[in-house]
């Protein structure tokens, strides 16, 4: 997921990433530093231009609430902090293993639905977001959304109660699963987006069918005001930039500024005479006529900035048939 929001114009100012960070290394990887989610090995997701926010011991359970809430110290990096309001889209991506409402993280701990729930609420209460859209990749998964209370949130899991999540391929030289299914026509659905493109949430959600992913994935709309049909991907997975036109009424700088809309005539009163040869009594009058300036259009840019919150749990040497 990080490579795909990346790739459709979010920079990494603007995401969050958080790994456990034991693949790259791991003596058990037959390629050190790389990270692949195909065996093919076309592309290595760890590469040269991954930014790691929180790694190792830093991914926890109490990091990741004050990531979404805020609630740190003053010395914290702002590098490190979620920095959003209230105009702010915000995608959250986890994925590791979990069971019902529960996320494990790193086999040490565990985060349940209700601290999820809470957290957005008080995301809500503080203005962090204007949309949320979570996505979680785990066994029971949908049970990770049952809790959720907080408005303007959509939810997707790829497995419900009593239901595993499964692995898609392996690679035979590791000996391990490399990508989940659910994942995998997530961001097989992906590839074909770029930054102008129409397609919806809708469209990708028709792709979670049980032939693809093997479970039955979930969707949950009720906190969310847009039908999905009407919401772009690139609400959530890209940078859009567009144009708003905004109207500007006519000001004094601007007619300073702009001395050909501004006309000067100079007319000649007509000459009176009596009828008994007086005097001729000529007067001249000046009319000063400035000309209607329309109103102009001055161009905003406004950019629909998406923030990513992505933790990626150790699924590189995780086969999750066996949950």
Known sequence: MYRTVKRLGIPDSQIIL????????????????????????????YGDSIEVDYRGYEVTVENFIRLLTDRWGPDHPRSKRLLTDENSNIFIYMTGHGGDEFLKFQDAEEISSWDIADAFEQMHEKKRYNEIFFMIDTCQANTMYERFYSPNVLAVGSSKLDESSYSHHSDVEIG????????????????????????????LFDTYTLENIHSNAGVRTDLFKRDPKDVLITDFFGNVQSIVSDEVEDDILYLLNHKEDTVLENTEAKRVQNANNSKINAFKSNFVEISHVKKRDTWKTTAAYASVVCLFGAFFFMNKASI
């Open 18 to 45: 958080m790994l456990s960070d034991d693949v790259a290394c791991n003596p058990r990887n037959l390629f050190p530093a790389s990270v692949f989610n195909n065996m093919d090995r076309a592309i290595d997701l």
């Open 176 to 203: 391990v699963a490399v990508i989940d299914r659910f994942t995998y026509y997530n961001l097989d659905f992906m590839e074909d987006i770029e930054k102008n493109s129409t397609k919806t949430l809708q469209d």
